[in-house]
């Protein structure tokens, strides 16, 4: 699938565009998630769109999620103002950028997503950010929660029927296969101790830990790979990691105090370019109690957004009205 021109052209201006935006909230950054925020809204348009008489609207995006179409990079000039140009200590005066590609479909078309869509283009680091950031906090609820339950089963498993009963919220474990999740959340515990580190710590550029015998020093990053259609971490000769070197493994270049090689569990940043199917969902549901009747006349609750649905809408390029998106600007 080709990048169309329009989009090609939203994505090399869209760096420079984004910084100078006198819409950006403002967002408190008084935790982790929030300085995420605040970096994200700090690109950001205002959620709007404008009908016949211009007045502003929200953007429902209520019934839709976020599919992942592709990784997509680009080499361009850098001039003196982006700290290219005139600098003599770097090898070219190009620097590559990289984007994602990405829709926000019907719930019920993830797979197809063929009508009633909009595609969207952002930086990869905005992407990554969010959409990891969402993932790593999915992957520790669900941790948490099936640990709980496994707890919970042991203790069943000790005490009387009449004990297991008296919990208010044993509802929460009846969809939840402790046989399964629970050594998958110790694999996840114990990564580092078998092995592993997690990829999703070096889609930032960074120097690795690691000097040849002629001073040489390399870089990891994220980047593009198998024709855009995963996002890998790979091994770079410059600190903006924009200078790949195709004959090196990056694992080759991470080593553990006892010498041995770590390797990269791509566990967390491979659900961020899932295949034929959503990233993720827009509407945040909550959990009920499927025994309680929570009544017929009960107050209609406004329907709430996932935070990585809002933040990528408003930092990324649109393109909707060819598409059909019905909600869209």
């Known amino acids: 699938m080709k990048l169309s021109l329009t989009l090609l052209v939203t994505a090399l201006g869209f760096t420079a565009a984004k910084k100078n935006n006198p819409f950006a909230p403002k967002v408190t950054r008084k935790t982790a998630k929030g300085k995420m925020n605040a970096k994200l809204m700090s690109n950001a348009k205002t959620l709007r769109r404008l009908d016949g008489e211009d007045e502003e609207q929200e953007v429902d995006l209520s ?27 770097v090898d070219t005066i190009l620097s590559t950028k990289r984007f994602v590609i990405f829709r926000i479909c019907p719930d019920s078309s993830c797979g197809s997503c063929n ?4 595609e969207y283009i952002v930086d990869m680091d905005t992407y990554l950010e969010a959409a990891l ?9 669900n941790c948490n929660t099936c640990n709980e339950c496994y707890e919970k089963a042991a203790e069943a498993a000790e005490a009387d029927d009449d004990a297991a009963e008296e919990d208010e919220d044993a509802w929460k474990c009846q969809n939840v296969d402790t046989s399964t999740c629970y050594a998958e959340c110790q694999n996840i515990e114990n990564m580092e101790e078998n092995g592993y580190m997690d990829a999703s710590e070096f889609t930032e550029c960074q120097q690795l830990d690691y000097e040849d015998n002629y001073g040489n020093v390399y870089y990891a990053g994220a980047m593009c790979a198998s024709s855009g259609s995963r996002i890998k971490i790979g091994i770079f000769t410059d600190e903006q990691c924009s200078n790949y070197d195709s004959s090196k493994d990056v694992e080759d270049y991470m080593n553990k105090n006892d010498g041995y090689n770590i390797k990269l569990s791509y566990h967390l940043l491979k659900q961020t370019f899932a295949e034929g199917e959503c990233v993720a969902s827009c509407l945040v549901e909550e959990e009920q109690n499927p025994n309680e009747d929570n009544g017929d006349d009960e107050e209609e609750k406004e329907a709430e957004i996932n935070e990585m649905c809002e933040e990528l809408y408003e930092a990324a390029g649109k393109c909707e009205t060819s598409h059909g998106f019905e909600q869209g600007i």
């Open 63 to 89: 019934g839709y999620s976020i599919k992942f179409e592709k990784c997509q990079f680009v080499k361009q000039y850098d001039g003196e103002d982006d700290g290219g140009g005139g600098n003599e200590d």
């Open 115 to 118: 009508y009633n869509y909009g």
């Open 133 to 141: 950031g969402y993932k790593q906090e999915v992957q520790e609820e």
